[in-house]
């Protein structure tokens, strides 16, 4: 039987034992009183006595057949594991219930719930899970019913040869158990795809939220900057009307008031296509909540240092999948191999000859002779994708540390521009803005010097916003890269 295990002939041989036993007893109990038997009954049971190898074989078949089931998912990155993935059965976005005020959590809940491609992934996992099944069943075996010499010499059925052979196919060399483990293995790298799919997921929806708050605080720094060129506007009327200025400082103001609510507008905008970009993330084509709940200036001390995430790495699913890759390979290469053996081919039959009434049983067994085909061209061609696998595998490490190295470097920056603009940029600004408004008030300084500082006022605390933006998003990606969160180290 090849790579069966005998363990598995155990429960069959015993249920045969049984079978056996009962109709000795049977048989037993009829000599004791022939006079309730006739000559059909008693040839039944001899029919039957002689089918019982037929029946024996179906029965250990069957038992040859059994698989236990099989999990193909591996355990998930401890990036995002609190939150609850999706299941088989997706909820459409309009069940989802997604609250006015929406928090990060929040949102990563609705993402890996209800993210559609997320979705795609898991039925790939459980469709890997279905062939593994597939992959341990023995080849069905083969029932043939023949009858011959019917009619001969005009006899009609007395004259004909009743054939009933079982067949079957024993698959030689470790076939299906090799079929079973490249069918594990494509199963366990479905479910390495799915969990990168997760964390692309889980990603995606966190920077997507970045955007959101930066696009909230962006539109509610343009909006203040309405408010102070329309008091802007209104002191340089008042100095016109006065004759302390000249009408032409009054149109300016009423452009500059017009060129910030323009720049409202445009954040109005950005904050409707980030909001529902976000929403997108849960398969949702309109943001059904009201605002998001959340700050940007959680910012840690120090970056770590490139040395100290480069070993992170190797929990990246996207590189700890090739350890799969590379057991899927091998396997296949084995199975290759064990595909060299020719399988046995055995039948058993029950023959019966009507013309004199008498019966036999006829056993077969053959195999191809591997004269020609030894199956030379797939094992090369499998121990060529073996090599190629490792090559893929260093050339993916290669990569992955180039955009750990890109993200870092993008990190680094973006916390030191946090930095800068919080601690001094940001300050002197306002300061140069009061200044400005209050001497231009007194009369100390022109229009243009008060426009210049509110200008730039604004535009420094945009800018602040943009890095704590770049910031976190940085964070977010070196996060993705090392599948594990900063904080965790």
């Not at 009933?164 to 594990?184: D, H, S």
């Not at 997507?208 to 909006?223: H, N, Y």
Request: hydrophobic letters at 45%; one cysteine or more; a negative charge.
């Amino acid at each position: 039987m090849g790579d069966i295990p005998v363990s598995e002939f155990g429960v069959e041989f015993s249920y045969l034992t049984l079978c056996t036993q009962q109709f000795c007893w049977c048989m037993s109990g009829v000599r004791k009183q022939p006079k309730m038997m006739n000559e059909i009954t008693m040839r039944a049971y001899m029919n039957f006595y002689k089918m019982m190898p037929v029946t024996g074989l179906s029965a250990l078949l069957a038992g040859c057949a059994s698989t236990d089931p099989y999990t193909a998912m591996p355990a998930p990155r401890s990036l995002g594991a609190e939150y609850a993935a999706i299941e088989v059965i997706r909820k459409p976005s309009s069940q989802l219930d997604v609250p006015a005020e929406l928090t990060m959590a929040d949102a990563l809940v609705l993402a890996l719930r209800g993210n559609p491609e997320l979705t795609a992934f898991s039925y790939d996992v459980r469709a890997a899970e279905a062939r593994i099944l597939q992959a341990g069943l023995l080849p069905n075996p083969e029932i043939e019913l023949a009858l011959e010499e019917y009619d001969r010499g005009g006899e009609g059925f007395d004259s004909a040869e009743t054939a009933v052979v079982l067949g079957q196919v024993f698959e030689l060399g470790g076939k299906r158990r090799w079929r079973t483990r490249v069918a594990e293995a494509e199963g366990e790298l479905a479910g390495w795809d799915y969990e990168s799919k997760r964390l692309d997921v889980f990603t995606a929806t966190a920077q997507r939220f970045t955007k959101v708050i930066a696009a909230q605080e962006r539109l509610e720094i343009l909006r203040t900057a309405v408010e102070l060129a329309e008091k802007t506007s209104h002191a340089v009327t008042e100095r016109v009307k006065a004759g302390k200025e000249p009408p032409l400082q009054a149109a300016k103001s009423e452009a500059e008031l017009e060129m910030a609510r323009l720049d409202v507008q445009e954040a109005e905008n950005a904050l409707k296509v980030s909001r529902r970009n976000l929403a997108n993330m849960w398969g949702a084509e309109q943001a059904p909540f009201v605002e998001v709940l959340g700050n940007l200036d959680h910012v840690l001390d120090s970056v770590p240092s490139l040395e100290e995430l480069r070993p992170h790495l190797a929990l990246n699913p996207d590189l700890a999948r090739w350890e799969t890759e590379l057991s899927l390979r091998q396997a296949t290469l084995s199975s290759e191999k064990a595909a060299r053996m020719p399988d046995l081919e055995g039948s058993v039959g029950y023959l019966q000859f009507e013309e004199d009434g008498t019966d036999a049983l006829a056993f077969s067994v053959g195999l191809p002779l591997p004269l020609f085909d030894r199956n030379q061209g797939n094992i090369a061609a499998a121990s060529h994708d073996l090599s190629k696998a490792e090559a893929e595998r260093s050339a993916i490490e290669l990569d992955l540390a180039a955009e750990l190295a890109t993200a870092h470097a993008d990190l680094k920056i973006s916390h030191q521009r946090v930095a800068i603009l919080q601690a001094k940029v940001v300050p002197a600004m306002q300061q140069a803005y009061q200044a400005a408004h209050e001497g231009y008030r007194q009369g100390k300084f022109g229009f243009l010097d008060m426009l210049d500082a509110q200008r730039g006022l604004i535009e420094v605390k945009v800018a602040f916003v943009d890095a704590l933006s770049d910031y976190q998003i940085a964070l977010i990606e070196i996060q993705r890269l090392t599948g594990t969160r900063i904080d965790e180290r």
